[in-house]
């Protein structure tokens, strides 16, 4: 996976000042306390995304059987439960792994 698809523009830009700080030798780190403070800040963040990036939802859909029973076979041939293989299906589509034709 490349940079640009990990991190926002805002972290790429922050990346680029940190590297262009260190190689200047302006970097100057954090007092103790200041550190203890940001990563406190920074751990906050970080669970909260964790728990919004995991919370599941519930959706109900409409499919035509043909296709559910297409999915139950695929899904039994991978040794999956077919409503596993379609979450997976449409995560990998909304993270941009599967290309909508």
């Known amino acids: 996976m490349k940079k640009t698809e990990m991190y926002s523009k805002e972290e790429l830009e922050l990346f680029e000042a940190l590297e262009k700080d260190v190689d200047s030798g302006s970097y100057k780190p954090l007092g103790k306390e200041e550190l203890e403070s940001k990563k406190a800040f920074f ?3 970080a669970i909260n995304t ?3 990036k995991t919370k599941k939802k519930s959706l109900n859909i409409r499919l035509f059987e043909d296709d559910i029973e297409k999915i139950k076979a695929i899904a039994f ?3 999956l439960p077919y409503q596993t293989l379609i979450s997976s299906v ?3 589509l909304a993270q941009k792994q599967i290309k909508v034709a």
Do not use: R
Request: glycine share 8%; no cysteine.
């Open 43 to 45: 751990k906050k963040v």
């Open 50 to 52: 964790i728990e919004k």
């Open 77 to 79: 041939e991978q040794g």
């Open 90 to 92: 449409i995560h990998k």
